[in-house]
């Protein structure tokens, strides 16, 4: 996998402020997601966290064309898809020894991942959560990724209780070979999310699927519990 902007500051134990800018590299993460194209693929990632207890069932109520000031950060814990019936824990990714990100493991098939060394969902700038398409043994959390659509809701729950309700303003398909890491990853002004995983067809040559699935979305309600 193509390592991602900032890895050599990560490496370092600096912290990022921003991935924008001359630090982006032009040919993005190309190997971001995979799918079963990776069998037997090391994973170091931390063990995910159960599901929230307080999950959403149902989309909110949400203002239309607002964007919500940005939440206090808390660890996610799960995300919530309700057009496409995700419902899966959230796992934290870093980065391998190559500086590359980690997959979510393959064994896991429901279970996604939040690239930690970037914003937390509901903070300012573009959060990414990443997930497989399929696995060895079937379809797997972000198998039906590609029939989000404008408008539909992805609701990330944090372990504050707190729900950063994000709203989709579009979905890319986009070959691995020029993935827009500039848009994915690049400094935004205000609570942003990124979905990736694999899509296209599938290259039995390179043993991977050619194309990217990118969803891109924007905090538009902070939901708080009142108890």
Not at 126 to 145: K, M, Y
Request: proline share 10%; charged share 20%; hydrophobic share 40%.
């Amino acid at each position: 996998m193509a390592q991602p902007p900032g890895h050599k500051a990560i490496l370092t134990g600096a912290v990022i402020v921003s991935v924008g800018g001359a630090a982006l590299i032009a040919s993005g993460v190309a190997g971001l997601l995979g799918s079963g194209e990776h069998p037997g693929e090391s994973v170091q990632a931390t063990a995910p966290p159960s599901p929230a207890a307080h999950r959403p069932v149902k989309t909110f109520d949400v203002p239309e064309g607002v964007v919500a000031k940005p939440m206090k950060a808390a660890r996610p814990t799960g995300v919530y898809i309700p057009s496409i019936g995700v419902a899966a824990p959230l796992m934290e990714l870093g980065l391998d020894g190559a500086g590359a990100i980690e997959n979510p493991p393959l064994h896991e098939p429901n279970v996604a991942g939040w690239y930690r060394y970037g914003p937390v969902p509901g903070q300012r700038g573009a959060a990414v959560i990443t997930g497989h398409l399929d696995t060895r043994s079937g379809p797997a959390v972000f198998a039906a990724l590609r029939e989000v659509k404008k408008g539909d809701q992805v609701q990330v729950v944090r372990a504050d209780r707190s729900v950063a309700v994000f709203v989709v303003d579009r979905v890319e398909h986009t070959p691995k070979d020029s993935f827009p890491t500039r848009k994915v990853y690049g400094e935004v002004g205000y609570p942003a999310l990124r979905l990736v995983t694999c899509g296209g067809a599938f290259d039995r040559a390179a043993g991977s699927y050619r194309d990217n699935t990118i969803v891109y979305a924007h905090l538009a309600l902070a939901h708080h519990p009142k108890s």
